[in-house]
């Protein structure tokens, strides 16, 4: 059985830091294709980054492109979210999301199985 599971996040100030983990079961992350959304209330949900499994490529979105950083970990099983320079705006709900066929895509109609996410704050 496919499942994800968010954990890392937390309240912080603007300009800190958050490692955010989304540990994986049910399938490796290396051979999958894997990103990272964000939602807050009465908003759309908005895709963060993405990451093809295989090769280790990466793509993000222009709001958080060079202060996040998306990894994995095969040893751990684990996909990772490194977030510096946070902003209030950066204040969501964070999950992370296991997709197939298309890697590096931040369209989460491509992604199949959800984790129940993950609280980020950031204060001003």
């Known amino acids: 059985q496919v499942q994800v599971a968010e954990s890392g996040g937390g309240s912080v100030e603007a300009g800190g830091s958050l490692r955010l983990a989304c540990a994986a079961s049910?399938?490796?992350?290396?051979?999958?294709?894997l990103g990272w959304f964000r939602q807050t209330p009465g908003k759309e949900r908005e895709g963060v980054a993405a990451?093809?499994?295989?090769?280790?490529?990466?793509y993000y979105a222009d709001s958080v492109a060079g202060r996040f950083t998306v990894s994995q970990d095969n040893s751990k099983n684990t996909l990772y979210l490194q977030m510096n320079s946070l902003k209030p705006e950066d204040t969501a709900m964070y999950y992370c999301?296991?997709?197939?066929?298309?890697?590096?895509?931040?369209?989460?109609?491509?992604?199949?199985?959800w984790g129940q996410g993950t609280q980020v704050t950031v204060s001003s």
């Open positions: 999301a296991v997709g197939g066929g298309r890697c590096l895509t931040l369209d989460g109609s491509r992604y199949n199985y």
């Open positions: 049910g399938f490796a992350v290396r051979v999958s294709c």
């Open positions: 990451l093809d499994g295989p090769v280790g490529s990466t």
